[in-house]
């Protein structure tokens, strides 16, 4: 049973608009969420984290927010751009406790 | 910068063949993992370890083994490949002791079992 989610397989956005993804997990023991992208035939790429101890966390572009009681969290991203098209994927894990669980994935494609 | 280094980048392989996809990463890390990526599916665990000689399953470690005799290296074994085995393999390192660590991944070996 998949404890991370990623209910929408893909996305598409207008460039310079504001791209939601979503994630739902249903452990309530997660406390370290973590975003990462990943191009055609290349490995995820760190985008962003956040602990549980916060719930919201910016950088640059790029927010991802959290919501304990839903157990849901989402990335957004503004102003979107065609270079942003890509596979990203949330995950999950126990903030010190290296293990990682990833949702399927939603595939972002912006155009322009 | 961390570095995850897979060998082989696309491997053509036959039906029973034995596969070995060999990883190494450069930062010292305790933790490393092989999963496999599957459209629709996600990143899905196959094995992990979480120091030398110390293996952990994942959630579909059938028809695969893991050897880690180095802390740098961690190899995942197809024994006997089928064709149900082709897929985008990523190897992973984060390190321990440190809560919210990073996970990072390698480019991915592209293996396909004909």
Same mark, same amino acid.
């Given at each position: ?44 790429? +760190? ?8 719930? *919201?966390?910016?950088? %640059?572009?790029? @927010?991802?927010?959290?919501? $304990? ?19 990203? +994927? ?8 290296? *293990?990682?669980?990833? %949702?399927?994935? @939603?595939?972002?494609?912006? $155009?322009? | ?114």
């Amino acid at each position: 049973d998949q404890q991370v989610k990623q209910n929408s397989p893909s996305l598409s956005v207008q460039e310079g608009r504001i791209s939601i993804l979503n994630c739902d997990y249903t452990n309530s023991m997660f406390d370290y969420f973590l975003w990462y992208k990943k191009y055609p035939a290349e490995g995820p790429t +760190f985008l962003i984290s956040i602990s549980s101890i916060k719930d *919201k966390n910016e950088d %640059g572009r790029f @927010t991802v927010f959290l919501n $304990k009681s839903a157990k849901h969290l989402s990335l957004h991203i503004v102003p979107s751009q065609p270079g942003d098209s890509a596979v990203y +994927f949330c995950a999950a894990s126990v903030y010190n406790f290296n *293990k990682f669980y990833f %949702g399927s994935g @939603t595939k972002l494609n912006v $155009k322009p | 910068d961390v570095k995850v280094t897979q060998s082989s980048r696309y491997l053509v392989k036959r039906t029973g063949e034995k596969v070995f996809l060999e990883c190494v990463q450069d930062m010292d890390h305790e933790n490393m993992f092989w999963y496999r990526q599957d459209p629709g599916l996600g990143l899905r665990l196959i094995y992990f370890s979480y120091d030398v000689k110390m293996k952990e399953k994942g959630d579909i470690p059938e028809g695969y083994s893991v050897s880690r005799e180095k802390k740098e290296r961690f190899s995942l074994i197809l024994e006997s490949a089928s064709t149900n085995q082709t897929s985008m393999y990523l190897c992973a390192s984060v390190g321990g002791g440190i809560p919210g660590n990073t996970i990072y991944f390698g480019e991915g070996s592209w293996l396909t079992v004909v």
